[in-house]
């Protein structure tokens, strides 16, 4: 009857939807104002970073830390995790699971699905909880910065901000690093974070200014952020992943947004 009765709880939590104290079915969301950046980095480590260009991005809302396994196991009712851990990141969670958790979450607010299972497309009119676009995830890690980092250039002040391979051998609990300017956590390591967009690595010599939502098909679905095992060059705000969709692995999580 106990555990009856606070699932009921938890359940009431996830009616509230999105309310004034900055969270959604009980995740803290961030809110990130509108605003323009400049997109990419010229010395990458990769030419996927280039050409550098404008972006314009509306105001939305981003979960503080990535999704936890405690949160993802409420709401789905598994744990696809590798190392487990209630406040470490979610992982081993492919770009479908994290979609499917969207949608869930979404349906449990009340809110509109984003995502068609169907043909897996985004419809991103609707107020929905999705995984951010590539240029919102960018935008959001860097917080006002135009350097390396959300923080400045100089690398000796990662371990301040981020789980990497200079200081762990895994994934770590959620929160613990210092956030960036607009209260984000682990925007560099720990875990890759899916995006919703398909992968190109030439799609910045075209990309739209407003708002892009990446290219309408493709083999490989975004990843940022770096994770655990990844050294320096690779955890830069600029950095750009990739994998399968349907592969899940220990150093990919992911966080969630939405438009208010």
Known sequence: MKRYLIFIAFLFCLACGKGTSGKLLGIKMVRIPE?????????GNTDNTQPVHRINVSEFLMSATEITQRQFQRVMGKNPSRVIGNNFPVENASWFDAVRFCNRISELAGLDLCYNTDTWQCDFSKNGCRLPTEAEWEYACRAGSNEKYCFGNDK???????????????TYPVGVKKPNAWGLYDM???????????????YYKNSPINNPTGPQSGSYRVLRGGSWFNHSDY????H?????????????????VYRP
Do not use: K, P
């Not at 720990?190 to 992968?199: A, G, K, P, T």
């Open 188 to 202: 560099h390591g720990n875990v890759y974070e899916w995006c919703s967009d398909f992968y190109d690595e030439n």
């Open 156 to 170: 000796s002040r990662l371990t301040e901000y981020a789980w990497y391979s200079a200081n762990t051998s895994g």
């Open 35 to 43: 605003g323009t950046f400049m997109m990419g980095l010229e010395n």
């Open 240 to 256: 750009r992943g990739r994998e399968h969709q349907g592969v899940g692995d220990s150093h990919i999580g992911f966080r969630v």
């Open 235 to 238: 955890i830069r705000s600029a």
